[in-house]
Structure formats: C-alpha cells, structure tokens
C-alpha cells in the first residue's frame, strides 16, 4: 500500500519551484494547474492550482495548510536545514530529536501555509 500526497497552491508554478530549489525535487509534469513531483521515478508529490475547474470534488475556501504537516524524509536533515536558511525559508520548529517518534526533524512553511517536517527517522 502507499499513498499520493496533493496539495492546493495558489501558484503551481513558483511552489514547484521552491520545492525544487529547496529539496532537490524534479519537475515530472510541470504547468500552472498541475504538478508531480519527483525523486527520480519515484512520485513525491503533487501540486494543484486552488481555482482550477477540476478540484477533486473538495472545498477549497478554508485557508491552505491548516492542519496537514507533510513529512520530506531526507538523508542529512542539517544541510537541508542549512539550505532552508540560505533561501530564506520560514523555520517554524527548528532542528531536534522527535524521541517519541524517533527522528530529527525540523519545520517550514511553504509558499502556501502548508508545514512541511524534513526528517530523518531512525526506524527506516
């Protein structure tokens, strides 16, 4: 089993970019309604214009990112950290061991509000 993870963005565009600069994520579709990002072949995630005809069938008037926190496991949280500050990004927690769930982690906001927690676990 596995999961796709979709969020809205209010620019495809410049949120792809920022993923891409930021963690090293590929364009795998690209275009201002829609969006895959990859890590190679593998499908990271998916960005969708909020005021596109097509939604999925969900409500796109509550604000973006409230309560989603997307987790980016990466192999050396530090430099990803050390990157997120030379870009400027919004550090909202910053680096430290999740003992109960066995990670170091840190979180940012994306252009769009969303919190996303770039991690490494010690479990896999």
């Not at 400027?88 to 061991?97: F, K, M, P």
């Amino acid at each position: 089993m596995r999961t796709d993870t979709m969020l809205f963005a209010k620019d495809v565009v410049a949120t792809s970019r920022w993923y891409q600069d930021f963690l090293g994520m590929q364009s795998g579709h690209g275009g201002s309604e829609f969006e895959m990002l990859m890590d190679g072949d593998t499908l990271l995630l998916e960005l969708h214009e909020i005021d596109a005809d097509h939604d999925h069938g969900v409500a796109t008037g509550n604000p973006l990112g409230h309560g989603v926190i997307v987790f980016v496991h990466v192999e050396d949280p530090d430099a990803a950290l050390n990157r997120a500050r030379e870009l400027g990004i919004e550090v909202v927690s910053d680096l430290q061991y999740n003992q109960q769930a066995r990670m170091t982690e840190f979180t940012v906001r994306d252009p769009n509000g969303y919190a996303i927690c770039v991690c490494k676990s010690d479990w896999g």
